[in-house]
């Protein structure tokens, strides 16, 4: 589906020198998972981000977060999702409207 596309890119976009996957490819990944609602791996992709992509576009943003949190919505998972607003805050992220 969606999300194994966005998947197959990312890892395809990892193993080219020419065209590495930065956040905004982590964020359209993350939220094909949440589509999905495969919030197990949007929260792996969500972790992964900060190793992976160079500095200083390898934190996750606003958008990050929104999509990450998508998927613990649609997944049932609010336990998560309160990780994830306070991993935000921690992060100095103020979540807005779309976070709740």
Do not use: F
Request: aromatic share 4%; proline share 9%.
């Amino acid at each position: 589906g969606q999300s194994d596309e966005a998947l197959l890119l990312l890892s395809e976009m990892e193993a080219s020198p020419s065209a590495p996957p930065d956040r905004i490819s982590y964020n359209t990944a993350i939220a094909a998972c949440s589509r999905c609602g495969e919030w197990r791996t949007a929260l792996r992709l969500l972790g992964e981000m900060a190793e992976r992509v160079p500095p200083p576009r390898n934190t996750p943003d606003a958008h990050s977060y929104g999509a990450a949190l998508s998927a613990c919505e649609r997944g049932g998972q609010p336990d998560e999702a309160l990780r994830l607003l306070e991993r935000m805050r921690s992060e100095g992220l103020r979540p807005g409207l779309v976070h709740y």
